[in-house]
């Protein structure tokens, strides 16, 4: 059987469990692939908040159109096949159902991945439907897939902001303001910047609670509270990056920056329960960030290979700062089963995980 965990898409802290039989046969070109971990993180509450806006539902359709799977980012292994060139044993990352089975269409099989060319699949974004095959992946390192299913999609998202941003010229600002400065896509953003060191300062906005935290990262230049938010000055050309999504916070920094907030975007909803949209708010309107829009871009600007090798060596500036011995960034956490997953989907729903932990699931 094919175990499913699903949520109401309404309303993203309740959930229920379902099945259904596994295919007895494959047709001509299908292979089935067991799902063996998965991070989840608030990155994944952006999902099913914008699951409906951004079609990310229609990935994992589900036997009732009020639950929706949440996409997840992990590893499987091909346990049936009838694809040339996808063997049975082989490993893949990418992006699956919260299931402990998917069958996937690969087309353009390579020796570095596959697409998933099931029909629904086809008009969605095509960075969400690559496989790629760990043994040529330059990131996979077999000991780190735990940290590469947690931090992969996340740093994707930060590599690809930050790039965004600079290609704009950062909108003539001087400093990004980045809400929910504990969250692990703002803090590979931040990352990003302080790599670039160009004299744009990344400045951290957090919860009292967080500040430690977020001070001992060290990519910042200057970490606030968001009580904190009116000692900044008023003058600084500006751009916020939302990845809070609480609207309350975000009309506060419209409000006191005005004119000279020179960009505004929406990454991430770390407080999915406080989204109200609508409200008018002074200086530039929101703009919600499409990770996906802008590799689309850089592979073509760059080419795909030189994409990758610059987003590979940026995970890898990235990742001995998180690995670093002596003051780690991230503690992995791994739950196994029905009960854990459900703990712990509660867990990040309700904004009860601590910053410097990473959750990884497993179904057995």
Request: aromatic share 12%; glycine share 6%; net charge neutral.
């Amino acid at each position: 059987m094919i175990e499913h965990f699903t949520v109401l898409r309404v309303d993203p802290s309740q959930h229920r469990w379902s099945q259904t039989s596994l295919p007895e046969t494959l047709a001509q070109g299908e292979a089935l692939l067991k799902i063996d971990l998965f991070s989840f993180t608030a990155n994944n509450i952006t999902y099913a908040v914008f699951g409906e806006k951004m079609r990310y539902w229609d990935f994992f359709p589900t036997d009732d159109a009020a639950y929706g799977s949440i996409p997840v980012w992990g590893f499987a292994s091909v346990v049936n096949s009838n694809v040339e060139g996808v063997a049975v044993g082989e490993r893949f990352y990418g992006y699956f159902p919260m299931s402990t089975h998917l069958v996937v269409k690969p087309v353009r099989v390579n020796e570095y991945s596959f697409v998933d060319a099931a029909s629904h699949r086809t008009e969605l974004p095509a960075i969400y439907n690559q496989y790629l095959r760990t043994t040529s992946d330059s990131i996979y390192r077999a000991d780190r897939e735990a940290e590469i299913a947690i931090l992969r999609p996340l740093f994707a998202t930060s590599f690809l902001l930050e790039d965004f941003l600079a290609d704009n010229g950062f909108y003539g600002a001087s400093q990004v303001i980045l809400s929910s400065a504990s969250s692990k896509t703002a803090y590979g953003t931040a990352a990003c910047l302080s790599a670039r060191n160009n004299g744009v300062l990344p400045v951290g906005l957090t919860s009292t609670s967080n500040v430690d935290f977020v001070k001992s990262l060290g990519c910042y230049s200057k970490v606030v509270t968001y009580d904190e938010l009116a000692s900044l000055d008023r003058n600084t050309k500006t751009v916020y990056c939302d990845f809070a999504g609480n609207s309350a916070l975000r009309a506060k920094v419209h409000e006191h920056f005005g004119g000279s907030l020179t960009y505004s975007c929406a990454i991430g909803v770390t407080h999915w329960d406080q989204q109200v949209g609508g409200q008018q708010l002074p200086g530039p309107r929101p703009v919600f960030f499409f990770a996906p829009s802008q590799a689309k871009k850089r592979a073509t600007d760059w080419g795909l290979i030189e994409f990758q090798s610059k987003l590979s060596q940026a995970w890898e500036r990235f990742m001995a700062q998180v690995s670093n011995a002596e003051a780690p960034w991230l503690r992995v956490t791994t739950s196994t089963g029905p009960d854990a997953i459900a703990r712990v989907v509660s867990e990040v729903v309700q904004g009860k995980v601590a910053p410097d932990v990473g959750h990884v699931l497993r179904f057995k």
